[in-house]
Each structure stands twice: as C-alpha cells, then as structure tokens.
C-alpha cells in the first residue's frame, strides 16, 4: 500500500497550549500505515507560506496546519492554487474555521480524525489580493 506523506507545520507561539508534544502525540495516533509525515517549525509571521510553499514544490500531497486561524490562513493561501490538500490541528486561541468545519480542539481527536478524513474543495476569498478563509476585519 502506498503511503501519503504528511507535513505539519507547527507554530510553536500560537494559542495558549505548549506544542511540544505533539510529535508524541503524532507518533501516537497517526495511521501510519497510511502516512508517513515530518514536522516543521515556523519561526516568523509568513514563515508557514513559505514552509507549506517548499512542501508543495517537493511533491508534499498533505500539509497540515497546527496553530490558529493565522497559522491555517497562511498554509492555505500557499495550497489554494495547488493540488496539495490542507489539514488543520487547531492549537489556536480561537480557531474558528477548525470550530466550523467541526475538527474541535482537541489535538489528539484532530490527529485522529485525519486517518480517515475525507478531502473536500471549499471556497476562499480575496480582497485587494489578500487571500483569507473564515474571516476578514475592516475598519
């Protein structure tokens, strides 16, 4: 069977919980005779583009943001005109597009959920050639 590799890219100042657990918690849950997958850590605001960039131009089919809306904002906005699938473990103060889509806040539940998630295409927004999902603020 082949494997799909995963990249998850971590923003290690997102939220309130510490996120150095989470390899343990990958390790743990993953399915890994369906994925195999490395961690990366962003380091700066638009470091998560560039990381899920790089994944995208390496042949990486899955990147999967874990961090909040920001952190899932800027993964997608890389993936969005691509065919590379985007994955959220929300570990965000707020993370409101996890919340609607229905991944909750649990991590070891969103790794878990991944194993047998199901792809599908959802609309984006721009506004002067700022892409977002979820939420845009005026004013």
Do not use: W
Not at 125 to 131: D, E, G, R, Y
């Amino acid at each position: 069977m082949h494997k799909e590799h995963i990249r998850f890219i971590i923003n290690p100042v997102s939220g309130y919980s510490r996120k150095d657990n989470i390899g343990a918690l990958l390790k743990d849950n993953l399915d890994h005779s369906k994925y195999s997958f490395d961690v990366v850590y962003t380091e700066r605001k638009g470091h998560a583009t560039e990381l899920t960039q790089s994944a995208i131009d390496s042949g990486v089919p899955i990147v999967v943001a874990c961090g909040g809306d920001g952190t899932v904002n800027e993964v997608a906005s890389a993936i969005a005109h691509s065919d590379a699938v985007l994955g959220i473990i929300p570990n965000g103060s707020g993370n409101g597009f996890a919340m609607h889509i229905g991944m909750g806040r649990n991590t070891k539940r969103a790794i878990k959920k991944l194993n047998d998630a199901i792809v599908q295409t959802i609309d984006t927004c721009s506004v002067n050639n700022q892409f977002f999902l979820n939420l845009a603020g005026i004013g």
